[in-house]
């Protein structure tokens, strides 16, 4: 079982429409987590990270549910630019490494 | 620069060369980390360095790959003997800390073997 799992979709999702995923982590030691979006051929960037209490950037909220095990994501009146892949990060609290989803493709259609 | 710097941006090899990716991290970045991507796939984890050490190589596919890291700076990834599985996006990515979540990118090193 890979440490971060996510649907690797795609979401195809109409624009304005809110979108949602979720990534699923096995190491409980897991302390910090974060997105990050990669555009196609490009590198990638982060978007936000996750705090326990969940958090809101704009039309993005992430949430972390430490008891179950995941990270999700949501977008809101999605945009045609948010067309992406989207990726789960975790960090390892024993060590320096930063665990990758494969990420989640979404594809936003006018 | 401001940023995280890759070079070459492309690089075309026949099987059996040997190749030499450079990467110049973000300035008083100490975290240093090395991944490749093949296409449509995720970031598969090559090595670390923690200043000018590699406490963790185990992500190298083989002996013949290779990294280093000099005056906590430059970083050159070296793949002996190419093999066309050694196609990928080559991707470097700087922190200011270890464990730190928001790396910073270069735009990769296209490889392809040929």
């Known amino acids: 079982r890979k440490e971060v799992e996510q649907d690797p979709g795609p979401f195809n999702v109409p624009e304005g429409a809110t979108v949602a995923f979720n990534c699923t982590y096995s190491?409980?030691?897991?302390?910090?987590f974060f997105w990050y979006r990669q555009d196609c051929r490009k590198e990638p960037k982060l978007l936000m990270s996750v705090y326990s209490s969940g958090n809101e950037d704009g039309r993005f909220t992430a949430q972390l549910n430490r008891a179950s095990q995941y990270i999700s994501l949501l977008i809101r009146d999605s945009k045609l630019s948010d067309s992406a892949t989207y990726l789960c990060v975790g960090s390892s609290g024993s060590n320096y490494q930063l665990i990758w989803g494969a990420g989640t493709k979404l594809i936003i259609k006018p | 620069g401001a940023g995280v710097s890759q070079s070459p941006s492309n690089k075309v090899t026949e099987k059996g060369k040997d190749v030499e990716l450079r990467c110049d991290p973000i300035?008083?970045?100490?975290?240093l980390y090395w991944y490749r991507q093949s296409l449509g796939q995720g970031l598969e984890f090559l090595i670390y360095f923690q200043g000018n050490s590699a406490p963790d190589k185990s992500g190298l596919p083989s002996d013949r790959f290779s990294a280093e890291r000099t005056g906590g700076s430059v970083s050159t990834l070296t793949i002996q003997r190419t093999q066309q599985e050694d196609s990928a996006v080559y991707l470097c990515?700087?922190?200011?800390?270890?464990?730190?979540?928001?790396?910073?990118f270069g735009q990769g090193t296209r490889l392809t073997v040929v």
């Open positions: 190491n409980s030691a897991s302390q910090s």
């Open positions: 300035s008083g970045h100490t975290a």
């Open positions: 990515a700087s922190s200011l800390l270890p464990r730190e979540g928001e790396a910073f």
